[in-house]
């Protein structure tokens, strides 16, 4: 590893200090999303809304608690919240504003990833075209009678390009895979509160 750096030249040390602050981020949020999404009742949304369609508002913020997600926080807050006599445009941007303060949490950091994944490949890019650039400065100085020297630094150069891929590659999969999974607990949010508000009109 130690060679990689030194050979990689700065632009390899920045990346280094990239791939540290990726893997970090990554690490943090599975735990976040282990911990804090991994409850769900498979029956919550029937149960759910036959709780509200027969007005037993204690079973239905019961079962809010019980699941301990962003789904069931964002339910149990729009319940806890809502003004039954009001209208459907007060009920929609309820849901909308305790929406975004819940998916807020699970965005945390990602954008972090996005800048990661994106500029890692073109440092790589910069070091390979920089150490290509000292390379050829060899070969016009000391001539081409020792070919190991002008291979030597062409090799040194493409060290920076397989780093940036290395940590792009990781960091993108991660960053996609996380906000998949973000969109699917905004639609379950969506349906949810979409079912509870056609309920709540109805009464």
Request: aromatic share 8%; glycine share 8%.
């Amino acid at each position: 590893m130690k060679y990689y750096l030194d050979a990689g030249g700065p632009l390899m040390w920045i990346l280094f200090i990239m791939s540290i602050i990726s893997l970090t981020i990554i690490l943090e949020r599975i735990f976040f999303f282990f911990r804090r999404e991994r409850v769900k009742n498979k029956n919550f949304n029937t149960e759910l809304i036959k709780a509200v369609a027969s007005n037993d508002m204690c079973c239905a913020l019961n079962l809010c608690d019980k699941e301990r997600n962003s789904v069931g926080c964002t339910v149990k807050s729009f319940l806890c919240r809502c003004d039954r006599d009001g209208d459907f445009h007060h009920f929609d941007q309820l849901v909308k504003e305790i929406s975004i303060d819940e998916i807020g949490c699970l965005e945390k950091r990602l954008h972090l990833l996005g800048i990661i994944g994106y500029i890692a490949p073109m440092i790589g890019l910069l070091g390979t075209v920089t150490g290509m650039i000292e390379a050829f400065r060899n070969l016009a100085t000391f001539g081409a009678g020792d070919p190991t020297l002008v291979a030597a630094g062409i090799s040194k150069a493409l060290i920076t390009t397989a780093g940036g891929l290395s940590i792009a590659i990781p960091t993108i999969i991660a960053y996609n895979l996380f906000n998949k999974k973000i969109e699917e607990i905004e639609v379950d949010i969506d349906k949810i509160t979409t079912n509870l508000i056609n309920i709540l009109r109805r009464k």
